[in-house]
């Protein structure tokens, strides 16, 4: 099933339902991005400032505007849900010759163990950036 009990941007949307994640940030630099869109479409934007410290820093503290634009589209018959991310590297002073990323599917069942599919595999998260992909890949 598709679904999210997400109802603004910047919820913990991970906690509320499915969720397309991408991480992101450049090679050489601590800080790093996730971005977040739910299939009823609230999307989330957050800056880290590293990787060790991220569970220590409160969400609401890591919040931010980099000026990501989402779009979702459902396909009930299919039990399928489609994201499409714009971000603005530049915003944030990143340089595609430069990123790395990794993309995060987290899909949310009622009455079962959640299930994450991730563009690599990460020994306990996804916080990680040493096993994120370069672009481009």
Do not use: M
Not at 46 to 63: G, N, W
Not at 87 to 107: M, T
């Amino acid at each position: 099933d598709i679904y999210s009990d997400a109802t603004a941007n910047n919820q913990e949307l991970w906690k509320l339902g499915d969720t397309f994640e991408l991480i992101f940030g450049e090679e050489g630099r601590q800080d790093y991005f996730e971005v977040q869109v739910a299939p009823n479409g609230p999307q989330l934007e957050l800056h880290i400032p590293d990787c060790r410290t991220f569970r220590a820093i409160p969400h609401a503290k890591k919040i931010c505007d980099i000026g990501l634009q989402s779009r979702t589209v459902i396909l009930s018959e299919q039990n399928l849900w489609l994201a499409e991310l714009r971000i603005p590297l530049r915003s944030v002073g990143i340089s595609e010759d430069r990123l790395r990323y990794v993309a995060i599917r987290q899909n949310h069942t009622h009455g079962r163990e959640t299930e994450i599919t991730a563009g690599a595999v990460f020994p306990e998260t996804a916080h990680t950036p040493e096993l994120w992909e370069r672009y481009p890949a």
